[in-house]
């Protein structure tokens, strides 16, 4: 009684004593409904703000990505993984989608928009670096399940076909 007296005003306080509880209840208890036991903790709280609270919701990427935290790898390279996977990476697309004026064209090959799949995947070089290490067919085997990268590769293709003898890794 004193924590509610102390917490709301006398008409208010009023109101919450004079509210009836169902029948069956004997004693009224505090109970956290986002827990098993009731109990309130600070760790189940933050649980439920990420998961409900708008503004952190609209931010979320699709898919699981901590395990890329528990790879043994040093934290640059955990950080530098996390982010190119979360698309934040700055590339110049992005940056361009954040205010900065400049080109959004790759330095390298100048005939597409820079950003995390070409820069990693569709680019002359990054396409020449995956084949010298045979690892492009499985690659290209795992995006041709995505029709977006379909129409990617086939035109990277024709540039990489057209340019390849001006670059070498």
Request: hydrophobic share 40%.
């Amino acid at each position: 009684m004193d924590l509610i007296n102390a917490f709301f005003d006398n008409a208010t306080a009023r109101n919450i004593f004079n509210t009836l509880l169902l029948p069956s209840v004997t004693h009224d208890v505090p109970v956290w409904k986002f827990k098993r036991d009731g109990d309130y903790s600070v760790k189940c709280a933050y649980k439920d703000i990420l998961n409900h609270d708008v503004a952190v919701v609209q931010h979320r990427v699709p898919g699981n990505l901590n395990c890329v935290w528990r790879l043994k790898f040093p934290p640059k390279v955990k950080n530098f993984t996390w982010r190119a996977c979360r698309n934040c990476l700055p590339t110049r697309i992005r940056l361009q989608s954040k205010g900065i004026q400049r080109t959004d064209r790759c330095t390298i090959c100048d005939n597409f928009g820079e950003d995390n799949t070409h820069m990693f995947f569709m680019g002359n070089k990054s396409m020449l670096c995956w084949q010298r290490i045979v690892l492009w067919n499985p690659l290209m085997a795992f995006f041709m399940l995505m029709p977006v990268f379909q129409t990617m590769y086939l035109l990277s293709c024709n540039t990489w076909t057209s340019s390849k003898s001006k670059f070498s890794v």
